[in-house]
């Protein structure tokens, strides 16, 4: 089945501690996008990658990573998460160049900080 | 001026009930005009996408696009329960961009 799919589901951590949200996409895509999803505000992009080894920042980039090192995975690290960092988190792929420009939305990751 | 503009919401209607559901945009440099659908705890997931202006039709949804007036719209006839989700515009492809601008979402609930 093609699918994004995102790890952890849920996650509730601690200010200041290191954390990894995975992003594995199986479909060949080539351009991988990290949302977040708040209330009020809709989905921001926090960083795209337009290739392996190609990112680049999106409209919220302050406090998170990010890095392609396979074609099929992209990651978002947030180096000393702070609590404004609560939110659900999207990661999205899709294939450049297609007929269809629509993305593919993992099922999100919801997390808080506390 | 914000890029893309949705009504906000929220919106209850009967089974039955036409909906219809509006975004606007400043840039006219989009090219492209989706809609996505957002049940709860779920991704969003493509409903419609067009390029043009005019309508698209694809089983009980309808999606309009005026690019003249910067308006799109996304009709639902005879909408079910099964409706019920939060319903996101998404533009794209200004300068060739492959970055989507969603709308903040509106939440449909349609009451059986």
């Known amino acids: 089945e093609a699918q994004v799919t995102q790890n952890p589901r849920y996650l509730i951590t601690v200010t200041g501690k290191k954390l990894t949200v995975t992003c594995s996409q199986n479909m060949n895509h080539e351009y991988m996008s990290w949302y977040r999803q708040d209330p009020g505000l809709g989905l921001r992009q926090i960083y795209y990658s337009m290739n392996v080894e190609v990112t680049d920042k999106g409209d919220v980039p302050e406090g998170y990573k990010v890095s392609r090192k396979e074609k099929r995975n992209f990651p978002l690290i947030l180096e000393s998460p702070s609590p404004n960092q609560t939110s659900l988190y999207f990661c999205?792929?899709?294939?450049?160049?297609?007929?269809?420009?629509?993305?593919?939305f993992g099922s999100g990751t919801r997390l808080t900080v506390v | 001026q914000k890029e893309v503009e949705q009504d906000p919401g929220p919106l209850s209607v009967p089974e039955g009930a036409i909906v219809s559901l509006n975004c606007t945009y400043s840039n006219s440099a989009f090219q492209y005009f989706m809609w996505y659908r957002q049940y709860s705890r779920k991704g969003p997931e493509l409903l419609m996408y067009?390029?043009?202006?005019g309508n698209k039709e694809d089983g009980r949804f309808t999606a309009q696009v005026d690019k003249s007036s910067k308006y799109i719209s996304l009709f639902i006839r005879d909408s079910q329960p099964s409706d019920s989700a939060t319903y996101l515009c998404a533009l794209g492809g200004q300068g060739g961009s492959e970055k989507l601008v969603f709308g903040k979402g509106m939440k449909l609930t349609v009451n059986p």
């Open positions: 067009t390029y043009s202006s």
């Open positions: 999205a792929s899709r294939k450049t160049g297609s007929v269809n420009y629509g993305y593919t």
